[in-house]
């Protein structure tokens, strides 16, 4: 039965935001997010626009955006790896809490973000 054992509490569990230039960036993170357990998953949407302001000038992009899934315990892990992987010089990272979930997939999430965890839902 799905999410019968002792269900984590929602706030362990982030949603973390960012954005990368290109799929081969965006691609790049996320897999070296979830390979180092700092992101049991990474959903990359691709070609969004964005519009901002830098260095006193309104800019525009293509970009990538990226859908962490991640345990509160890990997001200094995880804003390393981004920080060592990514192109731009001020990459994008917030992370939003989840406030509730499916027990058993908010588990997996804390189950993939530990060393030596064998998978167990996708």
Not at 8 to 29: F, G, H, K, R
Not at 52 to 75: F, N, S
């Amino acid at each position: 039965m799905l999410g019968a054992m002792n269900p984590p509490a929602p706030s362990q569990v982030l949603i973390a935001l960012s954005t990368a230039p290109d799929e081969a960036a965006a691609t790049a993170i996320a897999r070296a997010m979830v390979e180092a357990r700092v992101a049991a998953c990474v959903n990359i949407v691709p070609q969004l626009r964005s519009i901002y302001r830098w260095r006193g000038r309104v800019e525009e992009a293509g970009e990538w955006l990226l859908l962490i899934k991640t345990a509160a315990d890990r997001r200094t892990d995880l804003q390393r790896v981004l920080d060592e992987l990514h192109p731009y010089e001020v990459p994008e990272l917030v992370f939003i809490d989840v406030v509730d979930g499916l027990p058993a997939y908010l588990r997996w999430v804390l189950d993939e973000t530990r060393e030596g965890t064998p998978g167990t839902a996708a």
